[in-house]
């Protein structure tokens, strides 16, 4: 299905010039925010449902296990190391690179009170796979808008671009190996991180596709 079969980020008629761009058109900026924001609900969501972390946040708990560290610093330290496997793939860092820690953040702080903590099984498994969607969808805008990824997103991209791969096959594959070393580091994996690592690469995809298909047809 084309919706799986995403091989690169579109670009459309409102996407940034290059992502290494401090003076974007109002309209760019304004979808890469409410990617983002759409991305943190998402991201709240998953945290709410109670049903597991997400494959980074496994790999955050791993390390902390073996070093000491809280999953704080650990979660920092991580992104900075995904961060420096941008250099051989050649990946540019824009606005959107910090913009995605700092609204993302916020989306969560907000979200999160407000959000169902379901009790039932069956209703946290439901939140969890409402939330990789809007993950992949909120995904889907703020990449296109081509202002710079996040680190794990740049990862992704960069990976995809030397592989030429679909960017669902792309994600999963990193997905699981990044929960795989987290559990054996003494990580917590839950059916939700499951659900996450499996389900978040077509959902990017879709998201990709489903925001290049309208955009085209707006124009």
């Known amino acids: 299905m084309k919706l799986f079969s995403v091989k690169s980020v579109p670009i459309v008629s409102w996407s940034s010039d290059h992502a290494l761009n401090f003076r974007p058109r109002i309209l760019t900026l304004c979808i890469l925010c409410i990617g983002l924001t759409i991305f943190g609900i998402g991201e709240a969501l998953l945290i709410a449902s109670g049903a597991g972390n997400s494959p980074w946040t496994v790999l955050s708990q791993g390390v902390s296990e073996i070093s000491g560290w809280t999953i704080g610093v650990t979660t920092f330290l991580t992104s900075l190391a995904v961060l420096l496997l941008w250099i051989p793939l050649k990946q540019t860092p824009g606005i959107g690179t910090i913009l995605n820690a700092v609204i993302i953040s916020i989306a969560i702080e907000l979200a999160l009170p407000h959000l169902p903590q379901p009790d039932n099984y069956l209703l946290q498994v439901s939140e969890v796979a409402f939330g990789i969607l809007l993950v992949g969808f909120g995904s889907g805008l703020y990449l296109i808008a081509n202002l710079g990824p996040g680190p794990r997103d740049g990862l992704m991209t960069g990976l995809q671009r030397a592989t030429n ?31 996450f690592a499996f389900g978040i690469g077509p959902a990017v995809s879709m998201g990709l596709y489903l925001v290049n298909y309208f955009s085209a047809r707006s124009t």
Do not use: N, S
């Open 165 to 195: 791969l679909p960017v669902a096959r792309v994600r999963t594959a990193i997905e699981i190996t990044v929960v795989l070393f987290g559990w054996l580091l003494g990580g917590t994996v839950g059916l939700g991180t499951l659900m």
